[in-house]
């Protein structure tokens, strides 16, 4: 009845318990003394070392978490035993070693973060809502690209499964249109253009090389190759109508592409197929031109043409040959600030996203909102007791100036030159919540004007949650947000004027606490 | 600190082992104290004062017990029971009774944790059989009150049982042996146990998560029953592979547990299951609460109410949830069914019958234990007959897997007994051939150790379904 094993033979008893003890303390012994820092390339980074705080006991149940996750990141013998692992789970069990990769067919591999085949497959179709949201997201940012003189569009691009779903196993059968198919149509719906990159993709795989192991994406990894990339990067110049960059793509034998793929990280050398990659980059020019585009919008050169360009991950190796008027903003968390799109007075604004964006990120909180949104949170906001009028605390200067101005009584007027001028609010509260910043402004022209906090006393160079809005030029009420952000006695806003030299009037200034918001025009969170 | 955690197999346990050996007879239970308070510190942290403090009321408590046949002893069991009651319900009841946790208990959680202290469950209830046997004179109140919180502390078991009563441990705190043999068997067991929890559980675990955490629309049939039967195999390989490692390292120490589970799904009657499954847990409520309150010396009516009201308070005890209180009640019933007549029934059946009985109604009952809400458990029954989503996509085939139809066949094997049968056959076979044998066997338990520890450092498995009890 018992479920114990009894085992006889004392010389068996001593071997296994040697045996085992030898095992579970030797990890531990060989990684005294022994520096872990030539670990692996790991799924995630290695944890450091919890060596603060240990004195309040509440926090000892999150510092003991912390510090196994740290000895387990530094223990010794652990890439043999991560070895083992993967053994048994690729060559055992036929899977990847990870509950986020999903093994394919022909060794390939698949991230699966965030349920991203079932999403992709149909199976977990995102609700009217969430569709909803995301439109919503998109007409905001159309709203702020065309309130710049700008055309949008919008690529959701294909990733690995859209373009190689063969290779993906039978068990992940399409059942319906992914969240992308849904999203591009709603788009076009609603009115936005949508571009489509994924025929031109599918049509690629017909150079594919199964014996050079070329393919449009990286096999054991998620982006596209250097192939995938050239195609991504001929067809979006010919949908923006740019003119090629002269450096060649050429393609290089021998080299792995040791960074998009999971066979290293997830410790399966050796076991998975794979080969070295002949890729596709970017010959660099030798005669010193620079490929490198532009980063901001004060270094555009007038009378050239602009694009403005929000990427993710996807296709990094195009950006250099765009072209230098392409001004590349990385976009992680969506949250865009539109000002920058209306102040970018771009031809064309263009939304890069990959599809697998939308597994996991949730537009509903996204700060995307309109000029009309802050508006109305303003309006709807309490005094903090800081303004630039009669009798109130508050004083601003402009930086590098000395003379301190109380009030605004006198409407202030600020020169600048072809560099920016930069404006100093002073004397602020402190405040523990959002709040938003009220301009009364007269600019010289069309440009931006970007607020942030400058938390240090000296430290102006670099300024805390900050925001752009759009100015359109002659007198404007702005209102700029200041989120997430709790203003300590001492801290300073810091206004950065750049609309163009000339007379810059300034005629009220107002700070306003706003109930705390959250997502797609501001709403309550 | 889960026992499959590697900071516990490559630093904690061999530390503890090496050193409650090297120790000698007197430093072996202070090194064993010193271990377990740490090691309940380690996950509750602020929380392991709560454990001292139970533990240095219930020895003055049964010093006062002990004084049995005075009106002293009886206020004192009084007194403990009420506060073993009064902790339940102040760390794991309140917020379901009352609405909100009461202030008390925020206070004494500084950590901000919401839940009850892990192990609350399990140690309360060994404080109190410690009360009620003093008082019965089953045994000796320990006067010694370090030895009295080791017993209640021993970290082996003080989590997720077994929950261990203090007459079974009793000599072997005052004075045990470590034999190698018995070492032996326990690394044999631990690693059993260990891979019973990361290597079967562990690999059709995500199956039934993601079965009972479906939206009520989606769930159509296949993946419901195979949801279920994942579910079912999960809890047993997970908690007795706990109980495995709990009676491993008691042997690795020189403690002996007594068995908590004892192939209950190969049982023919929900009441022989009774007897198999968490062991520690329903003798417990035999021999405290249903034998206390009459049992079955008073007519069969009595004797259902009483198993009903002991099967309610066992579904409480596993959490403070209607749905627990339905899992309670859905055995109780079946319980009471078997004693009026269904029990003899089922024995004029094929024996491949009874066992498909226990299993539907065991597996049946697991579906409220599971689900979050009450509404969840109905969605879930009516997908498993056939009034779930018809065009699913969720199909079978998306989630079988070779891994999961691997821990699913495995996992079956590991529920029935056997090994008896293995053994017996063994004997039967001359020496060398045992010899080969046995050598296998313990090659394979120590790959088993191995791939454990190699998976608990990927950071794959999930913590002990029985922590949260």
């Given amino acids: 009845m018992s479920e114990q094993i009894k085992f006889e033979g004392t010389n068996g008893d001593r071997i296994l318990v040697m045996a085992c003890l030898l095992l579970l303390a030797l990890p531990g012994l060989s990684s005294l003394g022994v520096d872990m820092e030539q670990r692996g390339e790991e799924l995630r980074r290695r944890e450091r070392r919890p060596v603060q705080g240990w004195q309040a006991p509440a926090a000892i149940k999150d510092k003991t978490g912390w510090a196994e996750k740290a000895y387990s990141d530094r223990l010794g013998l652990r890439t043999p035993l991560l070895q083992l692992r993967s053994l048994f789970h690729w060559g055992v069990l036929g899977q990847a070693p990870g509950t986020e990769m999903v093994r394919g067919k022909g060794g390939w591999l698949f991230l699966d973060y965030g349920r991203h085949l079932d999403n992709w497959r149909g199976a977990a179709p995102m609700s009217d809502a969430l569709l909803q949201d995301w439109v919503k997201n998109f007409l905001i940012r159309k709203e702020n690209a065309e309130a710049g003189g700008s055309k949008y569009i919008v690529c959701l691009l294909p990733g690995k499964p859209s373009i190689y779903p063969e290779r993906i196993p039978e068990r992940f059968a399409r059942v319906g249109p992914s969240r992308r198919d849904q999203l591009m149509s709603a788009l076009r719906e609603a009115g936005v253009t949508v571009r489509d990159l994924l025929p031109r993709m599918l049509a690629g795989k017909a150079h594919d090389s199964q014996e050079q192991w070329d393919f449009m994406v990286h096999p054991t990894g998620t982006h596209w190759s250097g192939r995938g990339e050239r195609v991504a990067e001929a067809w979006l110049r010919a949908e923006l109508d740019i003119e090629p960059v002269r450096a060649p793509w050429v393609r290089r034998k021998g080299q792995r592409a040791v960074g998009d793929t999971w066979i290293t990280r997830l410790y399966l050398d050796g076991l998975a197929p794979f080969s070295d990659l002949e890729w596709w980059t970017v010959q660099k020019p030798d005669n010193g031109i620079k490929l490198r585009n532009k980063r901001h919008s004060r270094q555009w050169k007038n009378g050239e043409r602009r694009f403005h360009m929000n990427n993710d991950s996807y296709g990094r190796g195009i950006r250099d040959l765009l072209g230098r008027n392409v001004w590349l903003r990385s976009v992680w968390e969506h949250s865009l600030d539109g000002g920058r799109m209306r102040t970018s007075q771009a031809e064309v604004v263009v939304d890069w996203f990959v599809e697998r964006v939308l597994d996991d990120l949730v537009p509903s909180e996204f700060m995307t909102s309109t000029p009309a949104d802050l508006q109305r949170a303003f309006a709807a906001g309490e005094s903090s007791g800081w303004s630039l009028e009669s009798g109130s605390p508050g004083t601003w200067r402009v930086l590098g100036e000395q003379v301190v101005h109380q009030d605004l009584e006198q409407p202030g007027r600020i020169q600048a030159g072809v560099k920016p001028a930069t404006l100093l609010l002073e004397g602020l509260p402190e405040l523990e919540q959002d709040c938003i910043l009220e301009l009364d402004l007269v600019a010289p022209g069309f440009g931006g004007v970007e607020v942030g906090v400058a938390s240090r006393p000296g430290g102006l160079k670099s300024a805390d949650a900050s925001q752009c809005v759009a100015h359109l030029g002659g007198r404007r009420v702005l209102h700029v947000p200041i989120l997430g952000f709790k203003l300590k006695r001492g801290n300073r806003l810091q206004v950065l004027l750049d609309c163009g030299p000339g007379t810059y009037v300034l005629h009220r200034a107002r700070l306003r606490k706003i109930e705390p918001l959250l997502g797609l025009g501001l709403r309550a969170r | ?469």
């Fill in chain 2, 1 to 469: 600190m889960l026992f499959h955690s590697p900071l516990f197999l490559t630093a904690f346990l061999p530390l503890v082992v090496l050193l409650a050996w090297v120790a000698g007879r007197r430093g072996r239970n202070w090194v064993l104290l010193a271990a377990s308070l740490l090691f309940y510190a380690w996950g509750e942290g602020p929380m392991v004062a709560v454990l001292a403090a139970s533990g240095l009321v219930h020895h003055l408590l049964g010093l006062l017990v002990g004084r049995r046949g005075t009106l002293l002893s009886h206020w004192a069991l009084g007194v403990g029971v009420a506060f073993d009651v009064g902790l339940l319900v102040l760390f794991k009841y309140s917020a379901w009774l009352f609405g909100e946790t009461p202030d008390l208990a925020l206070a004494l959680r500084s950590d901000g944790a919401t839940g009850p202290p892990i192990g609350v469950s399990f140690f309360t209830f060994q404080a109190l059989s410690y009360l009620v046997d003093v008082h019965r004179g089953v045994v000796e109140p320990q006067r010694s009150p370090f030895k009295f919180a080791l017993y209640l502390s021993l970290f082996p078991q003080l989590i997720a049982g077994p929950i261990v009563r203090y007459a079974d441990v009793a000599t072997q705190i005052d004075g045990r042996e470590v034999k190698l043999q018995r070492v032996a068997d326990g690394f044999r067991r631990f690693a059993t146990g260990l891979g019973k929890k990361v290597l079967l559980a562990g690999s059709i675990a995500p199956v039934a998560d993601q079965a009972f955490n479906l939206p009520p629309g989606e769930l159509g049939f296949g993946l419901a029953w195979l949801g279920l039967a994942c579910y079912s195999l999960q809890i047993y390989l997970d908690f007795s592979g706990y109980s495995d490692m709990a009676i491993g390292i008691g042997r690795m120490l020189g403690f002996e547990f007594l068995e908590n589970f004892l192939h209950p799904y190969s049982s023919r009657s929900v009441t022989e299951f009774w007897r198999r499954w968490h062991v520690s847990l329903s003798s417990w409520f035999r021999d405290y609460l249903y034998i206390p309150l009459g049992g079955n010396r008073h007519g069969r009516v009595r004797t259902g109410c009483h198993l009903v009201a002991v099967f309610l308070l066992c579904g409480l005890w596993h959490g403070a949830a209607w749905t627990f209180v339905l899992w309670g009640a859905w055995h109780g019933a079946l319980l009471v069914m078997e004693r009026v007549g269904l029990g003899r029934f089922l024995t004029r059946l094929p024996r491949a019958c009874q066992h498909l009985w226990l299993l539907l109604a065991v597996c049946l009952g697991w579906v409220p234990f599971r689900c979050e809400s009450m509404g969840q458990a109905g969605s879930y029954f009516g997908a498993l007959f056939g009034f779930g989503s018809s065009n699913s996509p969720w199909t079978l085939e998306r989630f079988m897997t070779p891994a999961v139809f691997l821990g699913l066949l495995l996992g079956a094997l590991a529920s029935v007994p056997w090994v008896p049968w293995a053994r017996r056959t063994l004997a039967e076979i001359n020496t060398s051939a045992r010899r080969r044998w046995l050598v296998v066997a313990d090659l394979s338990l120590f790959l088993v150790l191995a791939l454990s520890l190699a998976e608990g450092l990927g950071g794959t498995s999930t913590p002990f379904i029985y922590f949260r009890f």
